[in-house]
């Protein structure tokens, strides 16, 4: 299912462009302006491509399935009530029991961890080894997001130049009037689109990805706080405790509830 917020946000912002421009009586065949397009676009392209490797940029429709895609991210919750769980068999019978619901875990990030703390591997290593997991997805997902940072800066200054070449053009109609009038609506047409695509796609696709990246991040800080706790042999209540730091006030009233609901029902 593809992300409400940004498909409605694309929507809203085609929106306030063609009905402002219904009511400010500019037309909107205006629009229909192949060289703005050319220029916007394709210049846009190419000034990326000038400022990433390829290798990055072959990341570019991955990208934009991320922004347009829900990512399939575990709920806190539910991963709090897995470690909740898996504290509870450790302490009952030993780490090396969890060996059997490794391969239920979905999530690769935490399916290693637990793969590591059940080998018996040293805490500062497991510790050491996924923080710098974290911090390389980081970095990768940094560098995808400034493609589209980088984009939504070029876009708006390709306006510019394909203003100026409009007029340059334009000035070639001085002897007549009404299509000098044209030409000089036509030229800033790509003023319009390099605005948009830059404030209204680039910028704010950046910035999802950006968001994304940090919920993801976190909850693979999570994650290390639950397999350290566990290796640690901590109680369910403590892991419990610890990791509701990461949930919001009303996560944490929710589940609360929900655990009081449980204590009734048993």
């Keep these: 299912m593809m992300k409400n917020s940004t498909i409605i946000g694309i929507i809203l912002g085609l929106v306030a462009v063609l009905v402002g421009m219904t009511l400010k009586g500019a037309a909107l065949s205006n629009l229909l302006n192949p060289a703005a397009y050319m220029i916007i676009v394709l210049g846009t392209i190419a000034a990326v491509m000038i400022a990433f490797p390829m290798s990055e940029l072959s990341k570019v429709g991955k990208l934009f399935k991320i922004a347009f895609k829900e990512q399939p991210l575990m709920p806190r919750e539910q991963l709090i009530e897995s470690f909740m769980e898996w504290a509870s068999i450790t302490r009952r019978e030993g780490l090396l029991a969890l060996e059997a619901r490794v391969e239920e875990i979905e999530d690769t990030f935490l399916r290693n961890g637990m793969r590591m703390i059940i080998d018996g591997n040293d805490q500062d290593f497991v510790r ?139």
């Design 128 to 266: 050491d080894v996924l923080l710098e997991d974290i911090s390389a997805t980081e970095e990768r997902h940094k560098a995808g997001a400034l493609i589209f940072t980088q984009a939504g800066t070029y876009a708006p200054t390709l306006g510019v130049l394909g203003a100026v070449i409009g007029l340059i053009g334009a000035l070639g109609h001085m002897d007549d009037m009404e299509t000098l009038a044209h030409s000089i609506a036509g030229a800033f047409i790509a003023t319009l689109l390099g605005i948009f695509t830059g404030y209204v796609l680039w910028h704010p696709i950046a910035n999802k990805l950006k968001r994304l990246s940090k919920k993801e991040v976190q909850l693979r800080l999570m994650m290390v706080e639950g397999l350290l706790s566990i290796q640690s042999g901590v109680s369910t209540i403590a892991i419990n405790q610890k990791l509701s730091v990461f949930l919001t006030p009303t996560e944490r009233a929710a589940m609360r509830e929900k655990e009081a609901g449980a204590g009734e029902k048993a």
